[in-house]
């Protein structure tokens, strides 16, 4: 469902040359730009009834790699399939096959999650009465009854989020790309999402998440990611991964691979 081969991306940033001598003090005179890998040849398969999780600290290139596999960044080079569809080929086609949660998704306020759905439904061309039959479904399964006629400005965080979730759902899509789906949520709103994420998985979509949540990743994941510096740096169920590496927990083993690369308090 989801294949992504020798992966990359590369971003330009400014940092501090040492060699530049000019006594100014204008700091940007010492300054040069270098290009760098946010995601550095990552490769993996995700199949339907599976929910992979992208595991990685802030700054580890979850996020650029998830928009580069919901279409939203150009690769600087690799490949992605979505359901049979090469990005470079068909990009239309693989994007019908998405649904796709940013991490900073912003809703119109004046809208209800209603009307959002609605919106969103003839944007992919659907007809009225398969919009109304899916928005009937999504509430039931998002639990939106309480809510779904109300302003979005007047949604609670977890309402919100709820609702973003729901716009990835309308065209029913055979993948979801969710970044960081539970972030800043209490208890009772993460269980509905993740919830969610299981009862999808039951129906055979695919799910690929990203989180730094590493405990919710253990409990929901068949497989998973630990990414570091725009790499994968371990990979495997979450069995595998605690056998391989001698202990119990998914925590240590992303500490004792990041320290002993050495790196672990960088940046
Ligand atoms: N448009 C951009 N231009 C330059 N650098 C970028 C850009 N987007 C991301 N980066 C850099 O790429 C690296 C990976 O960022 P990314 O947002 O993918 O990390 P992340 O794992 O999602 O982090 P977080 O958990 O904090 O959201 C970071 O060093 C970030 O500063």
Redesign the pocket.
């Known amino acids: 469902m989801i294949e992504v081969r020798d992966l990359c991306k590369s971003?330009?940033?400014v940092v501090k040359d040492e060699n530049k001598k000019t006594i100014s003090k204008n700091i940007k005179l010492k300054t040069k730009k270098e290009d760098f890998l946010?995601v550095n040849n990552v490769s993996f398969k995700c199949g339907k009834g599976e929910i992979i999780g992208i595991l990685?600290?802030?700054?580890?290139?979850?996020?650029?790699?998830l928009r580069m596999l919901g279409g939203i960044l150009t690769p600087t080079s690799g490949e992605i399939k979505i359901a049979g569809y090469d990005y470079s080929e068909d990009k239309n086609a693989a994007k019908k096959e998405i649904g796709y949660l940013s991490?900073n998704t912003k809703l119109y306020n004046r809208l209800s999650p209603r009307e959002l759905l609605s919106t969103f439904g003839s944007l992919y061309n659907m007809e009225k009465d398969e919009i109304q039959k899916s928005i009937e479904e999504i509430i039931k399964v998002m639990d939106m009854e309480n809510f779904i006629d109300n302003r979005i400005e007047n949604l609670s965080t977890g309402q919100n989020q709820r609702t973003s979730i729901a716009r990835c759902l309308i065209h029913s899509p055979q993948v979801y790309i969710f970044d960081?789906p539970t972030l800043g949520l209490d208890v009772i709103s993460s269980k509905s999402i993740i919830d969610f994420m299981k009862s999808e998985r039951d129906k055979g979509k695919t799910v690929l998440y990203?989180t730094?949540y590493m405990e919710e990743a253990e409990t929901l994941c068949d497989k998973i990611y630990m990414?570091h510096k725009?790499e994968f740096i371990a990979s495997g169920s979450c069995e595998e991964l605690k056998e391989k590496y001698n202990t119990n927990n998914l925590r240590d083993i992303f500490i004792n691979l990041a320290s002993q690369r050495g790196d672990l308090l960088e940046d």
């Open positions: 971003f330009t940033r946010a990685g600290p802030n700054g580890a290139g979850k996020t650029t790699l991490g960081e990203s730094h990414i725009g």
